[in-house]
């Protein structure tokens, strides 16, 4: 009757070490570390950079407990702070010959003192949130009035280069803040333009104006955006920016980096375990700016790369992806706010893989006209990270390009590929940031924030554990233990998600305790009743799990749906609480119902002559008395 197959116990055995496993990362704190990664868009890291920083280690005579390539980066964990700050100058000088002008990034970090076994199963910690961790907070503005003025000066140059091809004439196009402005000289021609301009331009509203002056181009074809597409510019702006940034604040080795949009046109950037303000600031602000010059082959420019004579002038001397150098002109041809999209791809006849570029109106006329006569000459593509210029590629020029579309190719991987499309979209931030706000939240006090949380979930698990086990003796042990197999279980699977810890995720942690005893006070009180009503011990058992099962069902999907809806419609510390109180909910109907029944079945399934159980007091209804019969006058 109370009896759990061999198989059921099984899950609850494979279940219990599985989360012991992934939950004790947690208590092993960390150790200092540096990390080595990327410090130009154009420099990768992989594997091989492990065996460069042991080597530069061995040489110098320090031990790393180990070196480990992760992600985009390699971390080499150490014993102590002295040697982590001798490693981090150690690793420097071995792969940046140049401290001017480093390709590599080498940061002090903290990662787990958990064996290595455990990490061969990925049994990793959870991350830490800024109010635990400690780093520093930015909230920045994003300049909307730039991001506008931005779209309108691409469009007055898509307006004049579509006129142009129509061959409709005009007195002029300028821009006037966020409207484009095109003077006709006669009324045909200013109607036949807005014809065309609606069609082609649907996120103008274009309107007609008159001047009284009587001057030639006085009739005027207005063209302002409207609220939808203006919104729709300024979302697109935000969305940019806060992925540049993703991209940006990874070279600072920041686990969980925390990056969102906060109103219209604010951005929250939350960079937990990072102390150091200034190298934040530095790195989230950096620009970045691509530019299309013509390659110099001159015989005088083959003899500057080759070290034999100086740059001819007008010139200028950069860096291919290889290192060999490459002369190229000082004259721009295009720049990156004529890109539009660079997508991997590969050639349709000869299936190799290929960088597709899209340019705007201005870009692809100007494409055109530089490909036309520079057919079998190079063309350079350069980025541009803090004054320095490094070449993405340097593609041959086979034929005229129009249209806007241009292909990259040759001997490229797929890797490869997508790689230089990444680059070539990176690019600067849709529009200037200011920091309005920041703060730096030092690890003391995040250490004091653990501390109290902690504590708050320790006293109030043990004031749980008392009540129960003095209420319901027995019952009350087999109700603590499956409330700490359901503490065990929520930890691991915050664990294995690699979810953020925050202070609000604590406090939902202390609220899952109160909400996962519920279910075993249901069950308890349940039995209670069977007893009351004559039912044997085992037939008490049964019923009160059974029939106690549906209302703790409904009482926690009701309480699941409030925890969606907060994880849905939340942001920030409310989300982070949704997130442990809906894993809470799971977790806690698991333990309360099957793993506390299985201690139950335990114990008391295999006796079959069961004459009481030790549920605490039973209390019993007094039988029925008569009414005293009113006092006769």
């Known amino acids: 009757m109370n009896r759990y197959p061999l198989w059921k116990y099984a899950i609850l055995l494979v279940t219990l070490i599985v989360g012991a496993l992934y939950t004790a990362p947690n208590f092993y704190g960390e150790a200092p570390a540096v990390q080595v990664s990327s410090g130009k868009a154009t420099v990768k890291i992989d594997a091989a950079m492990s065996g460069r920083v042991e080597s530069a280690l061995a040489a110098a005579g320090l031990k790393a407990d180990f070196v480990q390539f992760e992600g985009n980066s390699v971390r080499a964990r150490f ?97 006037d803040g966020n409207s484009v402005e095109v003077r006709f000289r006669d009324a045909a021609a200013a109607q036949t333009a ?24 006085a009739l005027r074809l207005v063209g302002n955006l409207k609220p939808e597409a203006a919104r729709a510019v300024q979302e697109q702006a935000v969305r940019q920016n806060i992925t540049t940034l993703h991209n940006r604040v990874n070279e600072l080795g920041v686990a969980e980096p925390v990056i969102q949009q906060q109103g219209l046109d604010r951005v929250v950037v939350q960079l937990p375990g990072v102390q150091d303000t200034a190298k934040a600031k530095d790195i989230i602000g950096r ?13 005088e420019a083959r003899a500057a790369e080759r070290g034999e004579g100086p740059v001819p002038f007008g010139s200028e001397r950069f860096l291919e992806r290889n290192g060999q150098p490459l002369i190229v002109f000082r004259q721009v041809t295009l720049t990156g706010d004529n890109l539009t999209d660079a997508q991997p791809g590969f050639e349709q006849q000869t299936q190799e893989p290929v960088v597709n570029l899209a340019l705007d109106a201005k870009g692809a006329r100007i494409f055109r006209d530089v490909t036309r006569e520079n057919v079998g000459k190079r063309m350079a593509i350069i980025l541009f990270e803090k004054g320095r210029g490094e070449v993405v590629t340097a593609p041959v020029i086979r034929t005229e390009i129009g249209g806007g579309r241009v292909q990259i190719s040759g001997r490229m991987t797929a890797q490869e590929a997508s790689d230089q499309a990444l680059l070539l979209r990176a690019g ?21 924030n ?18 129960m086990c003095a209420y319901y003796l027995l019952f009350g042990v087999f109700s603590t233990l499956a409330l700490g197999f359901n503490v065990l279980l929520l930890v691991a699977v915050l664990s294995m998600l690699q979810a953020t810890l925050t202070l609000p995720g604590m406090a939902a942690i202390a609220l899952t305790l109160g909400m996962a ?32 099962w549906g209302t703790i069902l409904d009482s926690n999907i009701t309480t699941l749906i409030a925890g969606v809806a907060l994880l849905a419609f939340g942001s920030g510390p409310v989300r982070g609480f949704a997130v442990v109180h809906c894993l809470g909910i799971l977790t806690s109907m698991f333990s309360a119902v099957m793993f506390s029944r299985g201690l139950v079945n335990l114990w008391y399934g295999r006796q079959k002559r069961l004459k009481s159980v030790s549920i605490g007091q039973i209390w019993r209804p007094e039988e029925a008395r008569p009414e005293p019969k009113p006092d006769q006058v």
Do not use: C
């Open 450 to 467: 653990i501390q109290m949380g902690f504590d708050s979930v320790l006293y109030g698990f043990a004031a749980i554990a008392v009540f």
């Open 428 to 448: 600067s931030l849709a529009a200037p940031m200011e920091i309005v706000e920041e703060r730096t939240i030092g690890p003391s006090l995040g250490a004091e």
């Open 517 to 548: 005893i519920d279910a075993n006070v249901l069950i308890n009180e349940r039995v209670r009743e069977e007893l009351r009503g004559g039912a044997s011990p085992q037939m008490a058992i049964q019923a009160g799990y059974e029939r106690a």
């Open 79 to 175: 014993a102590d702070t002295d040697t982590q700050i001798k490693a981090k100058d150690t690793i420097s000088k071995a792969i940046n010959p140049d401290p001017t002008n480093p390709s590599y990034i080498v940061a002090l970090n903290l990662v787990s003192r958990s064996p290595e076994w455990m990490r061969k199963f990925n049994a990793l910690p959870m991350f830490l949130g800024l109010d635990l961790r400690g780093g520093v907070h930015f909230l920045m503005q994003v300049d909307m009035k730039s991001a506008l003025t931005k779209r309108a000066e691409s469009l007055t140059g898509d307006v004049r280069t579509l006129l142009r091809e129509k061959n409709i004439r005009h007195g002029g196009i300028v821009r």
């Open 194 to 217: 807005r014809n065309l301009l609606t069609d082609s331009f649907p996120d103008l509203a274009w309107e007609e104006r008159t001047d009284t002056s009587g001057e030639a181009g």
């Open 287 to 299: 620009t970045a700016t691509l530019e299309i010059r013509m390659v110099n082959e001159s015989a």
